[in-house]
């Protein structure tokens, strides 16, 4: 389907069909479609403004008029419905000459700049204008009109100019329907009545920036900056963001190989059509003046940097490689990728690693987010994966939201459940903070809050399941049919004791007793019930008991198997899924199959023609802990910046000091490559192909849509390197890649670039019984066969407060910045947060005599750093909160090195900390400052010796 086609009016799913003529053209159309989109699925266009198909229809401009044989009048077609036996005529003088009438109207009160608009060519009114014939208008501009009104220019990324508006609302709509945050409203009536941003400048109103009153405005009047300064594009690519686990699909709008615009695009399976911020607007960072693009090597991070070929570069990395093997053994190097590369960069990072450096120490970002919802789930319910497409949600009845904060972390599917939530679906929000969906989002109020303690989640997962066990809401035969009966006659008995009831754990958690028995009893008795969830539940000691307690408790409510259920971890990174999926951890080769299995490792071997180490490597914090001690000595790291992610950041940087060769491949400078010996210039997402897996395990291709400004592809250096080392790689293009993954990995087996281009997106497992993917797991038996019950038990974190640390700290994420914000803070996003701040209740700011603004020193037994103070009753007394995205902050110099039992990921959402009011920074951020800007002089006054 061609995504640029605009049907005026949205599809109907309707079973029953309805036949019609238009214009002479017999048309069959679902019952419930409009007569505009029946017209237009004819071919037949009937003119319009205030229609377009990502909006229900208005009726406001009637430009739309049509005649129907045997009916008076001239109804509007956008808001009149198809029905049998209809003929419609779409065209008769009457209907011109009411159509120029309209036409004349609203052109009599819009500036006749055409020639020197941004948007000439690309304007619904100038191509309506055209199309009812209007050629002269006979008012002039003596009367009235808005030709004058002021142009709001205080968005980064756009301007609204009312002088342009036709107030056709489909802005208002826009932020109401598709966005749901209800920013804009149209003030006044009759002439008088305009669009206002709550009578306020955009970029203090409540707008938070999506976009989609500006793609939905049919006229100049609400218009991307960067079409006002390049003009519109000549052409266009479809590609998946390189953002967060979402996975929303894009057309890059080029002029040339210059991006002037991204749109989301109408197809997009993830995303139909809608955007955030970060997607639509902040793709900057591709051309900041901080990109560097050619290799640089040095011995010591004490000395500047020489930029140096490609050719030297790969050479002195691969000579180092082997050197230090020699010398300390062949596990004393090793690898981490990250969720922000490609699924076929991940693959052949873990190539390299298991062919190239002959051992298992392969690691990924997903070690430090959602390792535990791999275990967890593979354990109770055989697949390291959500259950779900997003769509599912349209069919909740109740949602659960555990520990993440979607309109923040995963705005475009906020905006889904949104609407669904506006339709009528009850909320359940279990997290320590008050997101914005427990009551600070228009037309919606969750629930139920559970407003547990941090570190608490397993106490009351096990309490919900307690409930419903004890007051007989379990789906029996869900259980029975579905599930290991052994299993769960055990996890009966253990969820029966008495010490798993809310009233026995409301000191533990802080959640009443009577509010999560009524919230458990809402999500047993409601007949479709889904959970999403996100870091607040795997970065903790107990992450995959959570994960477990989550997968219990969907079991014994039978919320499995089919559309508006099922289990969703809320992915953070773009790839997280496919960095998981590609076998980039430790102990798995791709699809999860563990290096220890004979049969695996010879499929492999055979492939690679090498070799495969059967003992799992090292996890990224062994790395750490044994560079510390002598015995690793060297790490390739791509598109990771392990010093400002990662937990404990003095332990961190004292690892990396410790190596003799660092190899970071990525766009910037980021924290890591501060301390690195080789630099290897990465590619951003707009200069190569590949593919990404979002968080409902849906892959969607990445299109080169401009030549690397590097030079290569990220693929292609991970091959240089590999070639360099003597494990030789041949790929020509991406797509051989994804062919290997497919050949060597059944739930990838009908994958292919091919096919990818043919369906827009494929969610796996897609294979010779799902050729087309498989939207919801699950659906008659696990992929264990049975599910399995496991014990749940709460053991409290060894992250106590004390009287020296009385408060938890806990870390999350902001709209406007991406993870450890190297991209995003080289955007204008950082018109809305530019610093990192510390919440405080207001009790525990009184207490300690802290003022909004005021510089707060927290310290916990890590380390100590320095933030602003924002005093919110958002978060509980006794626990503060912060977001990490800016390295100067230095978040993760506090954050312990806790982890879960199971996989290591970091307790980051449980810290100890003292606040106290100070006047200056911490010694960690006085020393941050002078390192980094050291390092950054080492760049610039680093040798050029490229030939
Ligand atoms: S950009 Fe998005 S949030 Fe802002 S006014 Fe437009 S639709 Fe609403
Ligand atoms: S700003 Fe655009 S979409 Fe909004 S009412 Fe005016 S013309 Fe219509
Ligand atoms: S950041 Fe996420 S929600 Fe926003 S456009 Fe990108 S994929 Fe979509
Ligand atoms: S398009 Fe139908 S009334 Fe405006």
């Not at 049975?786 to 999350?812: A, C, D, H, Q, W």
Request: hydrophobic share 35%.
């Amino acid at each position: 389907m061609d995504d640029s086609k605009d049907f005026g009016t949205p599809s109907v799913n309707s079973e029953k069909l309805v036949t019609l003529n238009i214009d002479g053209v017999d048309v069959t159309v679902p019952e419930g479609a409009s007569l505009m989109r029946a017209a237009s699925v004819a071919g037949v266009s009937v003119p319009k403004l205030c229609a377009t198909d990502s909006l229900e229809p208005f009726g406001s401009c009637r430009l739309c008029l049509v005649e129907i044989e045997g009916k008076r009048g001239y109804p509007a077609s956008c808001t009149t419905p198809a029905a049998d036996g209809l003929v419609v005529s779409t065209q008769s003088p009457k209907l011109a000459e009411l159509r120029k009438g309209v036409m004349e109207l609203y052109i009599s009160d819009h500036p006749l700049d055409c020639l020197t608009c941004a948007t000439n060519g690309d304007c619904e009114l100038q191509d309506m204008a055209g199309a009812v014939g209007l050629r002269d208008v006979r008012y002039g501009y003596e009367g009235e009109n808005h030709l004058d009104s002021k142009k709001d220019e205080s968005n980064p990324y756009f301007t609204f100019d009312p002088s342009k508006c036709i107030v056709c609302s489909r802005c208002v709509r826009a932020c109401e329907e598709t966005q749901g945050t209800f920013a804009l409203t149209i003030d006044g009536r009759g002439f008088e009545s305009k669009v206002s941003a709550g009578n306020k400048d955009f970029i203090d109103s409540e707008c938070v920036s999506c976009g989609a009153c500006v793609q939905a405005c049919p006229t100049a009047t609400l218009i991307e900056k960067s079409i006002e300064e390049h003009g519109t594009p000549d052409r266009k690519v479809k590609t998946t963001c390189a953002y967060c686990g979402v996975g929303c699909s894009f057309n890059a709008e080029m002029q040339g190989d210059k991006v002037v615009r991204m749109t989301p695009n109408k197809d997009g399976g993830a995303n139909h059509g809608h955007s955030c911020v970060k997607g639509r607007f902040a793709w900057g960072y591709t051309t900041h003046k901080d990109r560097i693009t050619t290799p640089m090597i040095r011995k010591s991070i004490k000395d500047p940097w020489e930029k140096v070929s490609w050719e030297k570069a790969i050479n002195y990395a691969a000579s180092e490689i082997k050197r230090i093997q020699k010398k300390y053994g062949f596990n004393s190097v090793g690898a981490i990728s990250s969720s922000r590369c490609t699924n076929e960069e991940v693959y052949l990072m873990q190539k390299i690693v298991r062919a190239g450096f002959g051992n298992n120490n392969i690691d990924t970002c997903a070690r430090v987010c959602h390792s535990p919802t791999g275990y967890g789930l593979k354990q109770t319910i055989g697949e390291s994966a959500g259950t779900q497409n997003f769509d599912s949600v349209m069919q909740s009845d109740v949602i659960m939201i555990i520990g993440a904060n979607p309109t923040d972390g995963h705005p475009v599917f906020a905006s889904q459940m949104k609407r669904r939530l506006r339709e009528g679906a009850k909320l359940i929000i279990m997290d320590p903070r008050e997101i914005d969906l427990v009551d600070k989002t228009p037309h919606i109020k969750a629930d139920y809050h559970l407003k547990l303690r941090p570190s608490t989640n397993v106490a009351t997962i096990n309490s919900i399941a307690h409930v419903i066990v004890e007051e007989g809401l379990t789906d029996q035969n869900f259980v029975k049919e579905r599930c290991e009966d052994e299993s769960f006659k055990i996890w009966l008995n253990f969820i029966k004791d008495s010490k798993n009831s809310p009233e026995s754990m409301e000191s533990e958690t802080g959640i009443p007793a009577d509010l999560l028995r009524k919230a458990a009893r809402l999500f047993a008795n409601e007949k479709n019930g889904s959970i999403y969830y996100g870091l607040g539940v795997t970065e903790h000691s107990q992450g995959s008991t959570m994960v477990m307690g989550i997968a219990n408790l969907v079991m014994i409510t039978g919320n499995v198997g089919r559309e508006g259920v099922g289990i969703n971890p809320l992915r953070g990174q773009n790839n997280v899924q496919g960095a998981c999926d590609m076998g980039s951890f430790p102990h798995e080769l791709p699809g999860y199959r563990h290096v220890s299995d004979l049969a695996t490792r010879a499929l492999f071997e055979s492939a690679w023609n090498t070799k495969i180490y059967d003992e799992p490597g090292l996890r990224i914090p062994n790395m750490l802990d044994e560079a510390i001690s002598g015995k690793f000595k060297s790490l390739y790291c791509e598109g990771e910046d392990i010093a400002q992610s990662d937990p404990d950041t003095q332990h961190v940087t004292h690892a990396l000091e410790s190596m003799e060769c660092v190899i970071v491949q990525d766009l910037f400078l980021n924290e890591t490559a501060m301390y690195a010996h080789v630099f290897l210039p990465g590619s951003s997402f707009l200069e190569k192909n590949g593919t990404f897996t979002n968080a409902e395990r849906r892959i969607s291709r990445v299109r080169k849509v401009m030549a690397p400004k590097n030079g290569y592809e990220d693929w292609e250096i991970t091959q240089m390197l590999s070639n360099a080392l003597g494990y030789p790689m041949n790929y020509k293009h991406a797509s051989e890649i994804m062919d290997e993954v497919a050949q060597l990995t059944p739930t990838f087996k009908g994958v292919s670039y091919e096919k990818l281009d043919k369906l827009e997106s494929i969610q796996w497992p897609c294979n010779d019984e799902y050729p087309e993917g498989t939207p919801t797991m699950h659906i008659d038996e696990f992929v264990r066969g049975k599910g399995k019950f496991m014990i749940t038990e709460y053991v409290p974190t060894s992250e106590k407060v004390n009287g020296k640390f009385p408060l938890i700290m806990t870390t999350g994420r902001i709209l406007a910045h991406y993870n450890v914000g190297a991209q995003t803070r080289r955007t204008k996003n950082n018109a809305w947060h530019d610093e990192d701040l510390i919440e405080i209740h207001p009790h525990d700011a009184e207490e300690r005599g802290i003022n909004e603004r005021d510089w707060v020193g927290i310290n916990s037994r890590s380390g100590d750093t320095v933030l602003r103070a924002k005093i919110t009753s958002r978060v509980q007394p006794g626990v503060v909160y912060t977001t990490f995205h800016h390295p100067v902050s230095g978040a993760n110099v506090i954050t312990t090195d806790n982890s879960d039992w199971a996989t290591n990921c970091p307790e980051f959402k449980v810290t100890a900390v003292q606040v106290t009011k100070v006047t200056q920074p911490s010694n960690w951020q006085s020393n941050y400052q002078k390192f980094s800007e050291k390092q950054i002089d080492h760049v610039k006054n680093g040798e050029e010796k490229v030939n």
